[in-house]
């Protein structure tokens, strides 16, 4: 399985794999930022099946 993320800065969106980011937890989720625009982009943490941490960006700002 392959979770490509794509920068949500609409001039950037530059494609990133998981192994090409730093995915950090500024207190707001986990959060990626773009290594071109620096732009935050937020993600969501789940649990595969052997309890590896997975991935899945999420549009915008998560709500708190
Ligand atoms: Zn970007």
Do not use: H
């Amino acid at each position: 399985m392959s979770s490509t993320f794509v920068c949500r800065n609409q001039s950037c969106e530059t494609p990133w794999e998981q192994s090409e980011v730093e995915i950090r937890n500024e207190g707001q989720g986990p959060l990626f930022r773009c290594p071109v625009c620096g732009a935050r982009n937020y993600l969501e943490q789940f649990e595969d099946d052997e309890g590896n941490a997975v991935y899945e960006q999420v549009d915008g700002k998560p709500f708190l």
